[in-house]
């Protein structure tokens, strides 16, 4: 695997950005938003004022600074102003809910929060419920929305000088958070360390993906995932390429307009999108960008008829690989020329993965078995988290929850999940958690929430919904379950179809039998 080695003395920021100019590449395009080019050199500028701001407002090393943001240029400026600081990046996904900004204000006890401004009212919310709340900074995105009585983050960069001197950080410091949903209990903060982005950038970005500095890179995967991040921030800035940032929903046509826009190189997506792509009439004509080398694709297995027809379209292939938030980016994966649709691929240089039975000892090829993953990007943990940390993380070894199956030619095929979390479009979805939404309505006496397949074979969450005597199922009790959901979580995660039953299926000891709910479907 390329050797990374870093100097103790080491900050993410300085690396990632200040080299460039070092290095002669000061007028080269980092980023381009909605609102146009960002050069290496206005970027290190912007950085090193979001720094000196940061600073302002008395935030010291190793303190959490909240991003609540869309992706414009603006979040890679802020995030690396935060690490140039010394203090640790979080930055939280976008379609949330009030509850769940609720917790990590808390979790994280950060004491300064940056939110687009289209966010803003999602974010003040749960901030004027603290007792000691942190203060708001607002960011300008092309959603736009009031700043409120929060001062805007342009207006405040104009008098902060940047800041010239760098934390004094060690390449062991912690740099940043990324939070990942658990089946139960609230989201888990791993803890990365400054030298993990560069070695995810070095082992995957560069030597499997193999970003050059004339790349342009489009991820739909926005950089609050871990997944966008390195897509779109740490892989293109890690060579000098360019990243095309796109702060709206990446519905098929948006995604279609900016791959003919922009004309990127490379493209990243998770398998719902591809699918969706593939399966609108009204996109059938368009041939996405001429200048296309590949795509990628994870979050969930692609299916091989989705990568097989992306190819036969579009004159390129994706790699699927998986990677993970605990991992930071991916680990197992395809590589060019070596593409097998349906499998994850090989390892990644630099990254030991081993497939194990229930007793811990290797399972034979051919056989399934739970996957664990070793590699120099695993986090150090879950913020506060002492026993969920301590079933996830043994040694260098961390247990990713999935099943695998590995064939004679050592490719890796994934074969579902140990326990009942679902990747819906990508992003975690607890059944239990639509489940508590379900009952939360007046009609709902129970509910049990599993998943199930589309006609992509993506899974998608079915609920089956036990009412309250008197009550009747309908279509339109089914239209107004799924609408109550998508009003009380985040959209993504309401039931796709409800099925109503007179009594969910248990055991004695009254547990639900979800096995026997996934086979099920209409009754
Ligand atoms: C599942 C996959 C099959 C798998 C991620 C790339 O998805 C990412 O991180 P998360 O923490 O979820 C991790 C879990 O998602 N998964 C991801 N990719 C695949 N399953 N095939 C795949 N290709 O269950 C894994 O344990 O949200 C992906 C880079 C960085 C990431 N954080």
Redesign the pocket.
Known sequence: PPKVSLPRRYNAAIDFVDRHLVEGRADRVAFIDDSGPTTYRALADRSARCAALVRSFGIEAEQRVLLCLLDTADFPALFFGILRTGAVAVPINTLLTIDDYAFMLEDSRARLVFVSDALLPKMEAPVARLSSPPRIVVVRSPLGGPAGEHPPLDALLETSAPMQEVAPTTSDDVAFWLY?SGSTGRPKGAVHLHAHLVHTAALYGTAVLGVRPGDVVFSAAKLF???GL?NAMTFPLHVGATAILLAERPTPAVVMRVLRAHCPTIFCGVPTLFAAILADASLAEEGGSPRLRASI??????PKHVGEKWRARFGSDIL???????M???FLSNRHGDVRYGT?GKPVPGYDVKLVDDADQPVATGEEGSLWVRGPSCCVAYWNQRERSLSTFHGPWTR???RYVRDADGYYT?AG?ADDML?VG???VSPFEVESALAAHDAVLEAAVVGDADADGLVKPRAFVVLKGGREGSPELEAELKAFVKGNLAPYKYPRWVVFLSELPKTATGKIQRYKLRVARET
């Not at 694709?297 to 692609?302: D, I, M, P, R, V």
């Open positions: 990942s995932f871990a997944y390195g694709s994870a979050g969930e297995a692609l699927d690989g998986i990677g993970s938030t605990e930071l980016h991916i994850s990713t929850g999935d994934y999940r990747k990508g992003i975690w």
